[in-house]
């Protein structure tokens, strides 16, 4: 039977100091399953992504992508494996074109030195490339634009095309929709539908509003407090009465 399994996070443990942050958690993630992970604030969601994606080390535990043990590994040669991540913050080049953020970031992927970013603009199928993935995106009549003038919400739209330009096997997306407006928010919601369905990719999402995770994800982990509280499908856990403690005092809003 052909494994279908992209990352295994086995008995993860992350100490400071003697503060627990991640206390023994264990989660699966399939191929093409998008999954999301919840849990209220200062429930080690951050921090999990940040040893899944090599910033920190664990303090013990195993983080197993696609059959190798990646903790402790830095994170440019983690991203160079195929797992990517875009952050809560918007992490882009404010000074260039939509267009040349995406280029910058295939530039990265095939491994160019920036000396080459000005004949590299003019290689037919970088600018190609480019632009194929800012249509995908909804922002390729914007290629041309400086990202200073852009909207909140179009700028996280090009941190997930950067994160997508280096063609990664799992996209770790962090607070996708931190900060947008209900507009902004149902755009990201019907994107992230559509570039799950359209991609080799696989989405692992982290997210506060309730809406985003139950419209796009198919399997839901939540944190609490730094262990794993509940796991399932999102009928089963909109329906956890501990799930629905974990969120002030029962107020879960789904």
Request: hydrophobic residues 40%; charged residues 25%; without cysteine.
């Amino acid at each position: 039977m052909k494994d279908d399994k992209i990352l295994n996070v086995e008995n993860l443990t992350k100490k400071f100091g003697d503060f627990v942050a991640l206390d023994n958690v264990s989660l699966t993630i399939k191929k093409k399953e998008f999954t999301a992970l919840i849990g209220p604030n200062g429930a080690g969601k951050t921090t999990l992504y940040n040893v899944i994606s090599g910033k920190y080390k664990p303090t013990s535990g195993k983080v197993i992508f696609l059959g190798k043990d990646i903790a402790g590994i830095p994170p440019h040669k983690i991203a160079m494996l195929g797992l990517s991540r875009s952050f809560q913050i918007t992490n882009i080049f404010m000074n260039l074109s939509v267009l040349e953020n995406v280029i910058t970031a295939l530039i990265a992927y095939y491994r160019r030195g920036i000396k080459f970013f000005s004949p590299l603009m003019k290689e037919k199928h970088i600018r190609e490339e480019g632009y194929n993935l800012l249509e995908l995106l909804g922002l390729k009549d914007k290629a041309s634009y400086n990202v200073n003038t852009l909207s909140y919400g179009d700028k996280r739209l090009i941190e997930i095309a950067i994160a997508l330009a280096i063609k990664p096997k799992l996209l770790l997306l962090d607070e996708p929709t931190a900060g947008m407006t209900p507009e902004e928010t149902e755009k990201m919601i019907n994107l992230l539908k559509s570039l799950s369905e359209q991609m080799n990719t696989t989405f692992f999402l982290t997210e506060h509003d309730m809406k985003v995770v139950f419209s796009v994800a198919d399997k839901i982990y939540v944190l609490h407090q730094g262990k794993l509280l509940s796991s399932g499908d999102r009928n089963y856990i909109r329906q956890d009465k501990r799930v629905k403690e974990a969120y002030l005092g029962g107020n879960f809003n789904t």
